[in-house]
């Protein structure tokens, strides 16, 4: 059974920082891109970043490029989004997604792609 367990989400200032983490069990981590997606209120859900099975490849939305990283560790199942310079419009529920791919290409930024989800955290950003 994958399962994908997001967390550290909470409330923050606008301009301050914040790293959700996301640890995933059931599966070959390794073989898996890994992204983390968005859903703010009254919205669809949105592409943020994604990172490539070995982490040498990365994907950012236009919106939080230069703002946030995305990493992984392969030896703890475990993928991270730092988020700096925060802005209240990065206010959302954030998901973490998993897709597992035959080799170690580009990951995807479209939701189709991704074959597990988790529950997502909320993160607030105040102003």
């Known amino acids: 059974q994958v399962q994908l367990a997001e967390s550290g989400g909470g409330l923050v200032q606008a301009g301050g920082s914040l790293k959700i983490s996301c640890a995933v069990s059931g599966l070959t981590f390794s073989w898996a891109a890994m992204a983390w997606f968005r859903q703010a209120p009254g919205k669809e859900r949105e592409f943020v970043a994604a990172?490539?099975?070995?982490?040498?490849?990365?994907v950012y939305a236009d919106s939080v490029k230069g703002r946030f990283t995305i990493s992984r560790d392969n030896t703890k199942n475990t993928v991270t989004l730092q988020m700096n310079s925060l802005k209240p419009e990065d206010t959302a529920i954030y998901y973490c997604?998993?897709?597992?791919?035959?080799?170690?290409?580009?990951?995807?930024?479209?939701?189709?792609?991704?074959?597990?989800w988790g529950q997502g955290t909320q993160v607030t950003v105040s102003s």
């Open positions: 997604a998993a897709e597992r791919l035959v080799h170690d290409t580009t990951p995807s930024p479209s939701s189709r792609n991704y074959d597990y």
């Open positions: 990172i490539s099975r070995s982490g040498g490849r990365t």
